[in-house]
């Protein structure tokens, strides 16, 4: 009972409110009137109240634009579309239009015959990297034959020209380059990815060819017809059994290169000798003297062959490295005696980079291919006046023949052996591995003297006797180059140490070692007559 006053209190008074329409928000009071005794708003009447209009144009539902369930399915119906192959997942938008093609620009517009001879004209390389419309147009095994034969052929400008000489570089116009000029081309046709062993070893016959026409046919020598008849055939490719050619002309030397009493007497005899792939020689017949064109004329060899990938040398790479080391004449003749010369030059730091990396990775036909090339360029260069000079290698090098490839002990011996061959005063004498690998090798032989006693346990002996008296050897050979033990990897020091190597390391079942240099896994029989020609013949 307690209860149910108070809320009929309350009830009444609301009753009485709403009857007589009075809002209690609008009632006046005066001033003086205090806070408690205005009406109370209650909550029911707050969220009746009319709501502030937020600022902005008001947000459209989605809701209210879509059609209800019911309309859906007519509008389906009565379109073309099945209802069964409708997806919820939205269709991708198709692709946009391929964009138009860029217009050709006023070089790339050109017949392709006048853009290579701008090309040919400015020899810039990068030309064909500036857009796929001037490399495709470039792109040709023509311009890669022109820019080789460019490159590496040693050329004169003060000798006539010839129209046979235009037809073979047709379509260039041709003017000769200064040594700077095909140096830097040289180097940059190297770096080309197209600049493979057979584009060059293709374009070696040409360049001997313009060569003959140069420095011979175009200067007037007179032959006898069937001289005349053989190099024609030689020339034209036909035929390389006749490779020696004799013809009378007066004197071919600029007089300002001798003095000699018959310089001005009367014609000459000379002689043009051919040797296919690597030489050009013409002797003077009258006057005993000689002048040679290599087949290439190679001013550097180029850091990345010299070197080698990361992983080693291929077995191509090495052929590479032998035609280009042979076809541009850094050899040494088997009959030889004055000291060699040559043009080329090369960076010793990176080639022995790639030696050491033949030994570990126990490539032995790139070790003793840049052996060879090392000792033939650093004689040439070194020398002076006629005498030679003392050839060293890094002695880190028989250290590391030491440590790998111990797995096949005659194979390790070969290479510790093509080391000697190219320096054995270079032979550290303290070091103690080189010690214990001997030590090792001696102990092999013991062993089993059937397959080690003739290879391992003979050189073991002979090293371990030559590094004692190393010392001494140096002192000489630093004053005396000539007294090294072994020159273009012959044998060739002194009387007494060449036959201690002899004795104790070859005889009787090895032949004595002879000049290396000449030797080569690339032949050069068989590139100068046409395969069409031999296939006639």
């Known amino acids: ?34 806070k408690t005794s205005q009406p109370r708003i209650t909550k029911h009447a707050a969220s009746s109240s009319k709501k502030m209009r937020r600022p902005g144009r008001p947000f459209k539902m989605p809701k209210q634009d879509l059609p209800s369930p019911r309309a859906s399915q007519e509008m389906l119906a009565a379109s073309d579309i099945d209802v069964s192959q409708t997806s919820v997942t939205p269709e991708v938008a198709p692709p946009h239009a391929a964009p138009t093609p860029r217009s050709l620009s006023l070089l790339e517009a050109l017949p392709v015959e006048v853009i290579e001879k701008i090309f040919l004209y400015s020899l810039n390389l990068n030309l064909p990297r500036a857009s796929s419309v001037l490399a495709a147009a470039l792109s040709r095994d023509r311009v890669y034959s022109l820019l080789t034969i460019l490159a590496f052929w040693d050329d004169s400008s003060t000798h006539p020209r010839s129209e046979a000489m235009d037809r073979i570089l047709a379509p260039l116009d041709y003017t000769p380059l200064t040594l700077n000029e095909r140096g830097q081309l040289q180097q940059a ?98 006057l005993q003297t000689a002048k040679y064109w290599p087949a290439l004329s190679i001013l550097r060899f180029p850091n990345h062959i010299l070197r080698g990938r990361l992983t080693g040398f291929t077995a191509d790479d090495v052929m590479f490295l032998e035609m280009l080391r042979m076809c541009s004449y850094n050899f040494v003749p088997r009959a030889w005696q004055d000291v060699p010369a040559t043009i080329t030059t090369l960076n010793r730091t990176v080639l022995h980079q790639g030696v050491r990396k033949a030994i570990l990775t126990q490539n032995y036909n790139a070790l003793v291919s840049l052996l060879k090339l090392d000792e033939f360029v650093f004689r040439c260069h070194e020398s002076r006046r006629d005498k030679l000079v003392q050839y060293t290698i890094p002695p880190d090098h028989f250290v590391a023949a030491t440590r790998v490839g111990r797995d096949n002990p005659q194979l390790n011996v070969a290479f510790f052996e093509a080391l000697v061959r190219a320096s054995a005063e270079s032979v550290p004498a303290d070091s103690s591995e080189i010690l214990r690998w001997i030590m090792e090798n001696t102990r092999l032989a013991r062993r089993d003297p059937s397959a ?47 036959c201690r190597f002899i004795e104790e390391v070859l005889a009787p079942s090895r032949e004595p070692f002879l000049n290396w240099t000449p030797e080569s896994q690339f032949s050069v029989d068989g590139w100068w007559v046409k395969m069409d020609q031999q296939t006639i013949s």
Not at 25 to 30: F, H
Not at 245 to 264: D, I, N, Q, V, Y
Request: proline share 7%.
């Open 452 to 498: 080690y006693h003739e290879v391992n346990g003979r050189f073991a002996g002979w090293l371990a006797d030559f590094v004692l008296r190393l010392p001494g050897l140096m002192e000489h050979t630093a004053a005396v180059p000539e007294a090294q033990l072994f020159l273009f990897g012959q044998l060739e020091g002194r009387p007494v140490e060449v």
């Open 189 to 286: 046709v190297f770096r080309c990815r197209w600049c493979t062993m057979e584009r060059i070893r293709d374009q070696v016959p040409t360049i001997m060819i313009l060569t003959i026409h140069r420095q011979w046919l175009n200067m007037g020598v007179e032959m006898d017809e069937e001289t005349q008849r053989n190099l024609d055939r030689f020339v034209n490719r036909h035929d390389d059994t006749v490779t020696s050619f004799r013809g009378r002309k007066h004197p071919l030397e600029a007089p300002a290169l001798t003095s000699h009493p018959e310089m001005f007497s009367g014609p000459h005899n000379y002689r043009l000798v051919v040797h296919p792939m690597t030489m050009i020689e013409i002797r003077s017949e009258t």
């Open 1 to 34: 009972m307690g209860n149910d006053a108070p809320q009929s209190r309350r009830g009444v008074a609301g009753r009485d409110a709403s009857a007589l329409n009075i809002r209690p928000s609008t009632r006046t009071t005066p001033a003086s009137t205090t």
